[in-house]
């Protein structure tokens, strides 16, 4: 006769909270499969957050200029705008001015910026840097200091730096800290394994294995993914079981697909749709395998993805 | 694939301070040897407590409590050839983390330890042996099905027996050692699981030596399809050698600092 | 798939009886294992036992063919549930779902977007592979929209969605030849169903309201020895469809059943709610999870983009990596002016380099030689990417015709290239690139500024 079976693992993914009060958001905890309500606990809800940025977003398409016009050339109105309107679980601050390649701003400004931003809104908060290793240890390390006590995620520590930021962010500041590998699934255990050798615990680490847009090495994130949660929860590696974060957005709003003109190339129809889609496709596959929050941008693609979530979660 | 279970051999009355301990009820000695081993990555620990005809049915209850209590039920294997103190120990058993092993059956006078694990929903250490020393690989395969019909009439789970090849010692028996590898393979091809106790491999060798056997012989053994083993974790070498095993196999994920786990 | 000996040994019947020869039953299992016995040698195996050693080795999950010609598409196969175990083998196809109850104008359209989205991508013609063609009522306005779409010049295969034997029976007629998809036996009609299709061979769909149901009703069309069938796991809700999507595969492939291994189809367009977004997260989802058809309400740029990418990317096989053509490349309306780059045909590598230069808005020309499909570094290491492959592609893509430039940009990770290429290329000026793409668009302005 017919049974469905069960499958039971043996490890759990850790808890891991961001942000205070009663917005805090809790990520993690599932220790099923991703969406397997059937086989167990899924956990918290995966969450979802918008991006914003520090400075008015040049590159972003006219749709989105258009929609935060009013409130762009100020982070602290933008958040606290983004908050009302769309609330979201989280909000992304990127730090676009901090670039060396760009308008190389000092930590200590970013900091100020983002001292403002936290206190004026409820909602959890997140910092991205600039990608620039050196300049991010700096710039972590002053945001750290600016946030203690409101329990920010600094985005992100990888390998050259993760001394400077984890411990900064986290044992001096009291932070949260993502650890950031690039779609390696070796060097994404061994980031998290040098951050708890540091003395910091799953329960303030959050993992960023890296990111990548459909059609543009999606398959590489989809099986680190895979590995990672299945490592985690079927061979019970604790290094592994630590919630997973990643940040859409900043990569599926550069690719061709989202960006062209319509002028350009009118056969694809409208850029804003054309950008929803990608961001939205790319950021359920990544759900499905496995990452426990997400940064999006367009608030179309918030509200499409979590009606997503909620009808797999029931 | 599964990672290699490992089976801390240490807290064994052969020692003396835990022969002493045992007598004395005194679970100092004992708890640090727990401690020591599960620290060095034992999944399981061997709690042997000599043939204890007299008194096993009290020490084995108290031992196996004790260190449970003390080790987040940790789970163990039952280890004295008095099948009632076993039993007693089983009764007091708790499986939160895994099941019990019982150490051990055999095809010969031992063999009534698999009615004892079926009855217990217990795992079993099976010895491929009856009397003295297995001759030969027919021998051996012939007491392995032996005991695996056993268990299987009794309703056990083949995965819950341990066949045991029986490690023979290389300073006398060196031109075994090839045989005994290949009866392991021929055990696990089937589909089984396999356990050994591996520190007779290297009996009588000089002190120094005597890791280096254990290790090699180790990643021969895995590699022949070997699952589990009683050994000493504390053995740097060795452990070493098991995690890189189970990292060449991919039961465990490779990251730079994996030896530092 | 090898059967274990532990598996023939639990059809014995475990008596010893010493028949076949050998001493236990597991004994002799163990031979048969190894292939050293033939199974017959037992007198006592039931045909059943028999029955279900020879089906042992066939494997696990069907692949089952639809379609003609061109259109003719295999879906099923898989042999894992993650695609880093080994590879997946059959990409999952995508249908417009159409009915008699539609508009004409609404029919017109659709067959027009499943006209206007057809593309290549990385060597893959993308497109729409079905349409899937709904019954509601009305039989004569069904046959006329089969007709329609038949005669309207789409290239695609077809599926019927219909649980009317009757109707099934004349649209089967009209389109049989395409060897379409037959979806709709159910609990009540699969007989008739199977009746139906039996002789042409022709796929059938099979339906159940619950995954216990669904079993119960493959199990009985087995049983009247036809075995060319898809499931539809779907249901009311998006949970309950995805549960029964991935118990399907994982009892097939994990639980070695048989009985659940065939191709799946999921009517997204229902599920979404016509809803087009939540089309492409769902149709995400089931590219991921174990769909096989996934029916959506229309095609469109919009859908196809991400889920066209998503497709070719996870269905790519681990060992062949991916790459774009050899050859000579014109970004940003590149002109006589317009200076040379040059990186290898690793699609991932040229499609970050390629985003990177229109993101500059600098008219560029970018050269890419044979150099094996792998990223800059390994095809340098493997030696598929040195100063004479370069240089030879320069040559061969005709581009000192096309600019005046003599600027030649390397990737910054094969510097140690330059010397080579300058002695290869005497005339041009060989310039180091940045070592990360995503530094080009700086880098093109500022080499533009200060020419």
């Known amino acids: 006769m017919f049974k469905k079976p069960i499958q039971r693992y043996s490890g759990k993914i850790c808890e891991v909270e961001v942000g205070t009060g009663e917005k805090t958001m809790k990520l993690g905890g599932e220790a099923v499969l991703p969406f397997y309500s059937f086989d167990g606990d899924t956990g918290n809800k995966p969450k979802i957050g918008m991006e914003i940025s520090d400075v008015y977003p040049e590159g972003w398409i006219d749709a989105l200029k258009e929609l935060y016009k009013d409130v762009s050339d100020d982070p602290v109105k933008w958040a606290q705008f983004v908050e009302e309107k769309y609330n979201p679980d989280f909000i992304c601050l990127k730090l676009v001015s901090a670039d060396p390649n760009g308008m190389d701003a000092s930590p200590e400004d970013c900091a100020k910026k983002v001292k403002a931003v936290v206190e004026a809104i409820k909602t959890p908060l997140i910092v991205a840097g600039t990608g620039n290793h050196e300049k991010d240890g700096k710039l972590f390390e002053k945001v750290a200091q600016a946030t203690e006590g409101h329990n920010i995620l600094l985005m992100s520590a990888v390998e050259d730096n993760y001394k400077t930021v984890a411990a900064a962010g986290v044992l001096a500041y009291n932070n949260k800290v993502a650890a950031e590998s690039s779609v390696d699934i070796n060097l994404a255990k061994q980031i998290n394994i040098l951050i708890n050798q540091l003395g910091i615990d799953n329960q303030n680490i959050v993992a960023n294995i890296g990111c990548a847009a459909g059609g543009y090495g999606y398959e590489y994130v989809i099986s680190t993914l895979d590995r990672v949660k299945l490592a985690a929860l079927t061979q019970n590696d604790k290094t592994l079981q630590v919630p997973i974060i990643s940040p859409i957005s900043f990569e599926t709003w550069h690719v061709k697909e989202s960006i062209e003109p319509e002028e350009n190339s009118p056969q694809w129809g409208n850029q804003e749709d054309r950008g929803i889609s990608m961001e939205i496709a790319a950021a359920t596959g990544i759900l499905t395998s496995g990452s426990d929050a997400i940064i999006l941008r367009h608030p179309k693609s918030v509200e499409v993805v979590r009606s997503f979530v909620n009808e797999l979660l029931g | 694939m599964e990672k290699f279970l490992i089976i801390g051999e240490r807290i064994h009355c052969i020692s003396p301070t835990i022969k002493k301990a045992i007598e004395e009820r005194d679970t100092a000695p004992i708890f640090k040897r727990a401690k020591e081993q599960l620290d060095a990555g034992a999944a399981y620990l061997d709690v042997n407590i000599g043939p204890a005809s007299k008194d096993g049915e009290e020490i084995m209850p108290w031992i196996v409590k004790a260190i449970q209590n003390e080790f987040d039920n940790v789970p163990l294997a039952l280890d004295t050839t008095n099948t009632k103190a076993i039993e007693a120990g089983l009764k007091v058993y708790n499986r939160g983390n895994g099941k019990p092993i019982i150490n051990s059956a055999d095809a010969g006078d031992r063999i009534g330890n698999i009615d004892l694990a079926a009855e217990y929903d217990a795992m079993c250490i099976a010895l491929c042996a009856k009397e003295g020393i297995t001759k030969d690989n027919d021998e051996r395969i012939s007491y392995c099905t032996e005991l695996l019909e056993k268990g299987m009439e009794l309703g056990m789970e083949p995965t819950d027996l341990l066949f045991d090849p029986l490690i023979l010692v290389i300073k006398g028996m060196q031109e075994k050692q090839k045989e005994v590898l290949e009866g392991i393979r021929l055990i696990s091809e089937m589909g089984l699981k396999t356990c050994c106790g591996l520190s007779n491999v290297s009996n009588g060798a000089p002190k120094e030596v005597r890791p280096i056997i254990d290790a090699t012989f180790m990643a021969m053994a895995i590699q022949s399809g070997l699952t589990s083993a009683i050994v000493n974790p504390c053995d740097k070498r060795l452990r070493e050698t098991i995690k890189t095993c189970d990292v060449i196999n991919g039961a465990v994920l490779y990251a730079d600092s994996y030896l530092q786990l | ?451």
């Open chain 3, 1 to 451: 798939m090898a059967l274990k000996g532990l598996d023939i040994f639990k059809l014995t019947p475990k008596k010893n009886c010493k028949d076949c020869g050998f001493p236990t039953c597991l004994a002799f299992s163990m031979k048969v294992a190894s292939g050293a016995v033939e199974i017959g040698k037992c007198p006592h195996m039931s045909a059943e036992s028999i029955e279900k050693l020879s089906e042992a080795t066939a494997p696990l999950m069907k692949t089952i063919t639809v379609g003609k010609g061109d259109n003719e598409y295999k879906l099923g196969g898989e042999t894992v549930l993650f695609r880093h175990e080994k590879t997946f083998v059959n990409r999952n196809r995508f249908a417009v779902i159409f009915s008699e109850d539609m508009e004409n104008s609404e029919v017109d359209a659709k067959i027009q977007h499943i006209k206007d989205v057809k593309y290549v991508r990385i060597g893959e013609e993308m497109k729409t592979e079905f349409v899937a063609l709904k019954y509601i009522s009305d039989k004569d306005k069904y046959v006329s929209l089969i007709n329609k779409v038949k005669s309207s010049g789409l290239e695609v295969a077809y599926i019927l969605v219909c649980e009317d034997v009757p109707v099934m029976k004349e649209a089967l007629e009209l389109i049989k030849d395409e060897n379409p998809i037959a979806y709709g036996a159910n609990k009540d009609n699969f007989k008739e169903m199977v009746d139906l299709v039996k002789n042409d061979n022709i796929a059938l769909g099979v339906k159940a309201d619950s995954l216990e149901d669904l079993y119960t009703l493959t199990e009985e069309i087995q049983k009247l020895d036809y075995k060319n069938l898809i499931l539809d796991p779907g249901s009311k809700s998006v949970k309950e469809t995805f549960e029964n999507t991935v118990q399907i595969r994982r009892i097939n492939l994990q639980g070695q059943d048989r009985t659940f291994g065939y191709p799946s189809i999921l009517f997204l367009n229902e599920l979404a709610k016509g809803d087009k977004f939540q089309e492409v997260a769902l149709s995400t989802l089931f590219t991921m999870k174990y769909g096989s058809i996934l029916v959506l309400n229309d095609m469109d740029y919009c859908r196809a983009l991400p889920l066209y990418g998503i497709r070719q990317n996870i269905f790519t096989d681990p060992q062949k990596p991916m790459k774009v053509e050899v050859g000579l490349y014109s970004l940003n309306n590149a002109n006589d002016a317009s200076p040379v780059l040059c990186t290898v045909d690793f699609a991932l590598t040229y499609f970050v380099v390629s985003g990177e230069i229109e993101r500059s808005k600098v008219p560029a020309w970018v050269v890419i030689p044979d150099a094996g499909g792998y990223s800059v570094l390994t095809s340098w290491a493997a030696g598929k990417f040195t100063g004479s492959v370069i240089a030879d592609a320069v040559k061969k893509s005709g581009v000192e015709e096309k600019t005046k430039s003599r600027t030649l940009i390397i990737p910054g990770k094969v510097a140690v290239l330059k010397g080579e290429l300058e002695e290869e290329l005497p005339g041009w000026n060989i310039t180091v690139g940045t070592s990360e793409a995503m530094y080009i668009p700086k880098f093109l302005k500022e080499l533009v500024a200060n020419s």
